[in-house]
């Protein structure tokens, strides 16, 4: 069996993509910052409501930072949370953290006290930065953990006194969106970074294989576990990350949209450290549902890469001011999170003349794992070819590779794989198997080496013995003029088992269920057709914009059951 029988991907790498990366081109993570730090000096690397610093600015106050979190007692190996939406502060405090030899612990914004609890009790996390909307939130918990060290900012604070002071007034007072806290000897991020200047990060010993960061993952059974992720795992990603944009973008020049948050594990490693080793400037979005926000971004700056997810793209196309803005300058767009929509993607290569190109990831895989040529000579509707130095199989239950084009679950191998789940040695024997990460997703590989996902395990629906997914039936109704977005799930049924329902967001009001109904006896098989539609004003999503089925099914089940008893 030859190279190209074995791996088939390899013969359609666009021209200049190598069939590896070197995953030691860099002992560490902080080696490939101080690098970035030295070539890109003058360079601008983030940009946020207007402000902007530059490569030298982030490493001088990141080394203040770090500074400050050994001068408070901290020690490499110690486990730190940074809980901020997208603000100038993240990077700071995240490139801060690990040169102090500090485990970051991402934690999402949104999460309830009790979401806190388990995550930085898990974790044991001993120092957080914060910012002050969701200190209200800490101060109900930080009793009952580690946590010695909080450094709260606010939105505003690295905008400049003037217009820092008038976003602060308006999220405090206008917005009241900062609950009263009242957390003792808490600091500002200002002041920790103004202390950090009177001392220096002590020296101490690191390798590749040193745990950085832990991101918290629902995984493939739904509990929340630390996907402990290494120096190596994350040098690996980027060098692969770098690997597939080189041929397509130009190192210096690059303007990267990031609306994705960077405690996202999609944007903090294709964003936040793989284009920021690339000299692009990442301009953040802070809040990604205010359309108007990604306008404005797209008309200060010549954008010519964006990262996101199927929902936001779909928000944009339908936002006139964004579909009439024209002389788009990008050259590459990448959506992952979830499944991109064919409809979709075709749409956003009409109006903004860049094809968009689907990728796959997992948190536990740093997260990328394939995505199609950023050219455009990919395939819509597959997740793409796996990135250089990783192999992907389809296998049936008992870890035996399918044929062809038959579908099984998919399984990944290569550099970027975690370590395992912190201290989860039996989840962490569950999911990887001699060496294969184990996905949880259902899919299929074509005899050119593209990977389509079928659906999550979890998420299909069986109708009398058949396989249903989701994710067929969403892409067809979506389809539909009249469709703004829709989620598919199974409900119980007492002949089938199962049948399936859709959740419906209209784009014309004039949509009817009958019209819709009819539509999709049509476009598919009939026991894949709907069996309930229901028009909803939204659709329940995470904080990325991906939408939730577990929620809508959650909501169904309390539905039923409160129908039944009564």
């Known amino acids: 069996m030859n190279v190209y029988e074995e791996r088939p991907w390899l013969k359609n790498y666009p021209k200049g993509v190598p069939a590896n990366i070197d995953p030691d081109a860099y002992e560490t993570v902080v080696e490939m910052l101080e690098e970035s730090f030295r070539k ?74 009790r979401e806190m609890l388990h995550q930085f009790t898990d974790a044991e996390v001993k120092a957080i930065v914060i910012c002050e909307n969701f200190a209200a939130n800490l101060q109900q918990i930080i009793g009952d953990t580690r946590i010695k060290t909080v450094i709260v900012t606010s939105i ?61 993952t629902g995984g493939t059974t739904g509990v929340s576990k630390g996907a402990m992720l290494t120096n190596r795992n994350l040098v690996a990603n980027m060098m692969q990350m770098k690997a597939i944009m080189s041929p397509f973008l130009k190192e210096r020049e690059e303007v990267a949209l990031c609306p994705l948050p960077l405690y996202h594990i999609f944007a903090f490693t294709v964003n936040c450290l793989g284009l920021f080793s690339f000299g692009a400037l990442n301009v953040l979005i802070t809040n990604p549902r205010e359309l108007k926000t990604i306008v404005a971004a797209f008309k200060k700056y010549d954008i010519t890469l964006m990262t996101g997810v ?49 990728g796959y990831g997992m948190t536990e895989a740093s997260p990328v794992v394939s995505c199609n040529p950023l050219d455009g000579t ?3 509707g597959s997740i793409g070819l796996p ?14 590779p399918v044929a062809l084009g038959e579908a099984g679950e998919i399984q990944v191998k290569g550099p970027q794989v ?23 997703d259902i899919g299929k590989m074509d005899s050119e080496g593209y990977f389509y996902i079928v659906d999550r395990k979890k998420d299909m629906i069986l109708v009398s013995g058949f396989n249903v997914f989701p994710n067929e039936v969403e892409d067809v109704v979506a389809a539909h003029p009249k469709v703004l977005e829709v ?16 959740f419906v967001v209209k784009k014309d009001p004039s949509l009817t269920e009958s019209e819709l109904m009819s539509y999709c006896r049509d476009n598919l098989t009939g026991y894949k057709v709907p069996k309930e539609i229901e028009f909803v004003s939204e659709l ?13 099914r959650e909501q169904e089940l309390a539905r039923r059951q409160k129908q039944t008893a009564g």
């Not at 989620?487 to 859709?502: D, L, N, R």
């Open 156 to 216: 505003g604070e690295l905008l400049g006194t003037v217009k820092g002071g008038i976003v602060n007034f308006v999220v405090r007072y206008v917005k009241k969106m900062v609950p009263k806290w009242d957390i003792p000897n808490a600091v500002t991020f200002s002041e920790a970074l103004r202390d950090g200047k009177k001392f220096v990060i002590k020296q101490f010993e690191h390798c590749a294989e040193d745990v950085i960061l832990l991101q918290y």
């Open 378 to 380: 990919g395939k819509i």
């Open 487 to 502: 989620a598919a799930i199974g409900v119980p049924h007492e002949k089938s088992g199962e049948v399936v329902k859709i």
């Open 540 to 552: 329940p999503k995470s904080n990325v914009g991906k939408i939730l089925r577990r929620v809508l």
């Open 40 to 113: 890109y000096r003058n360079l601008p690397a983030f940009a946020c409501m207007g402000k902007s610093l530059t490569f030298g600015q982030i490493d001088k106050l990141s080394r203040q930072f770090g500074a400050y979190l050994h001068a408070r007692g901290l020690e490499p190996g110690d486990k730190i949370a940074i809980m901020m939406p997208n603000l100038l502060q993240y990077p700071i405090a995240l490139f801060g953290a690990l040169r102090a030899g500090l485990v970051v612990v991402n934690t999402n914004p949104l999460y309830t006290p």
């Open 387 to 400: 990135v250089p130095s990783t192999d992907m199989r389809v296998v049936n239950e008992k870890d035996e």
């Open 310 to 358: 199927n929902t936001l793209f779909n928000g944009l196309l339908h936002y006139e001011p964004f579909t009439s803005l024209g002389d788009f300058k990008l050259k590459v767009t990448i959506g992952g999170g979830m499944a991109v929509q064919r409809v979709v993607a075709e749409r956003w290569q009409k109006v903004t003349g860049c094809p968009l190109a689907e």
């Open 418 to 440: 975690m370590l395992g789940y912190y201290n989860r040695p039996d989840e962490t024997a569950k999911t990887i198997r001699d060496g294969w990460l184990c996905t949880g």
